[in-house]
C-alpha cells in the first residue's frame, strides 16, 4: 500500500535518475530524500522515523554520499499479535551524487523528529564569487 | 477470542492516498502498524518530520483520527533538485469498537514515529476461571 506520493512531475524521475545511484530501485523500498542546492551548500533530508542516530552510517567519496542504516524493531517482551503491518524494517542504502564538489571538513547532520538533515557545504572552487569591476 | 476480537478490533480507517477532507487541505495518510497484546491495541504511525505540537490525537465515540501538521521543509530562494519527502499534512482514522477505554488511551512521540496504546476494556481480558 503506497503511502507517500510520488512526483506528477515528469522531470522528478529525470533529475532521481539523474541524481541517484540507486537506477531502478523502487521508491518506496528505500527511505524518501530531498535535495536542495543553496548559494554555499547543498542540504540532503531522509526521511527515517524509528530509527536511532547510531543505527546510521554516512559516507562520502568524492560527490557521492552514501547513507546506510537499519530500523531496529521494539524488542518487546510479552506476546503480541500483529493486526496490520505497513511499516517497513529492512535495512536500506542510498547512494546520492551530488551536484557540486564538496568542502569534507564542513560536513553536518543531525537527526530530529525523524529526519536525517545533512549539510554538505561546497568545495571552496565551486563557491559562488563576486568579481571586481576595476 | 475471535469473535471477540473482530467487534473491539482496531480496524484501519479510510487509507486513500490523498484524502480532501475540506478544499483548502489535502492529506497522506501515515504508515502505521497494528497490533494486540493480552491487554490493549497499539497502533504505530510513521509522521517523520512532523514535532510533537503538531501532532494531535482525538476520539470520537467510535473513532480515533490522527494528523500531524507538515512543516515546511526548503528555505526560500532554494533550488530543489529532488523532492520525494511528501510534505502533506498527514490523516489517518481508525475505527475504535465496544471493548476500548476512550480514556485510557495514551499516545507517545519519539524519533519521528506516534505510539497509541489502546487499553482493552476490562470485559475483553480473557481469564481464566478456575474450576471449583
Redesign the interface.
Known amino acids: 500500500m503506497l503511502v507517500r506520493m510520488n512526483l506528477d512531475n515528469p522531470m522528478a524521475g529525470i533529475v532521481k535518475e539523474f541524481l541517484s545511484d540507486n537506477f531502478g530501485s523502487n521508491p518506496s523500498s528505500t527511505p524518501a530524500v530531498d535535495v536542495a542546492e543553496y548559494e554555499n551548500e547543498s542540504i540532503v533530508l531522509m526521511e527515517l522515523p524509528g530509527v536511532k542516530k547510531e543505527d546510521i552510517t554516512l559516507s562520502l567519496e568524492d560527490d557521492l554520499l552514501t547513507i546506510k542504516g537499519e530500523r531496529k524493531t521494539d524488542q518487546d517482551s510479552g506476546a503480541k499479535k500483529i493486526l496490520h503491518r505497513e511499516i517497513v524494517t529492512e535495512p536500506f542504502t542510498r547512494s546520492i551524487r551530488l551536484p557540486h564538489r564538496i568542502d569534507a571538513n564542513g560536513i553536518s547532520a543531525e537527526l530530529q523528529n525523524g529526519i536525517l538533515r545533512i549539510t554538505l557545504p561546497k568545495a571552496q572552487e565551486v563557491r559562488p564569487k563576486t568579481i571586481k569591476i576595476n | 477470542m475471535g469473535q471477540n476480537t473482530e467487534r473491539s478490533?482496531?480496524k484501519?480507517g479510510t487509507?486513500s492516498?490523498?484524502k480532501r477532507m475540506d478544499p483548502l487541505e489535502e492529506y497522506?495518510?501515515?504508515?502505521?502498524?497494528?497490533?494486540?497484546?493480552?491487554n490493549a491495541?497499539?497502533v504505530?504511525l510513521?509522521?517523520?518530520?512532523?514535532?510533537k505540537e503538531s501532532i494531535s490525537v482525538n476520539t470520537l465515540p467510535d473513532r480515533l483520527q490522527v494528523k500531524g501538521l507538515a512543516q515546511k521543509?526548503?528555505?526560500e530562494?532554494?533550488?530543489?533538485?529532488?523532492?520525494?519527502?511528501?510534505n502533506?499534512n498527514y490523516y489517518r482514522e481508525f475505527h475504535l469498537g465496544k471493548g476500548i477505554d476512550p480514556e485510557r488511551i495514551e499516545a507517545y512521540h519519539q524519533?519521528?514515529?506516534l505510539s497509541i496504546i489502546l487499553p482493552k476494556n476490562a470485559s475483553m481480558i480473557a481469564r481464566e476461571i478456575p474450576i471449583k
Open positions: 478490533l482496531v484501519v487509507t492516498l490523498a497522506v495518510a501515515p504508515a502505521a502498524d497494528i497490533v494486540e497484546t493480552s491495541f497499539m504505530k510513521d509522521v517523520p518530520g512532523i514535532p521543509l526548503h528555505h530562494n532554494v533550488n530543489v533538485l529532488l523532492s520525494e519527502i511528501p502533506m524519533d519521528g514515529v
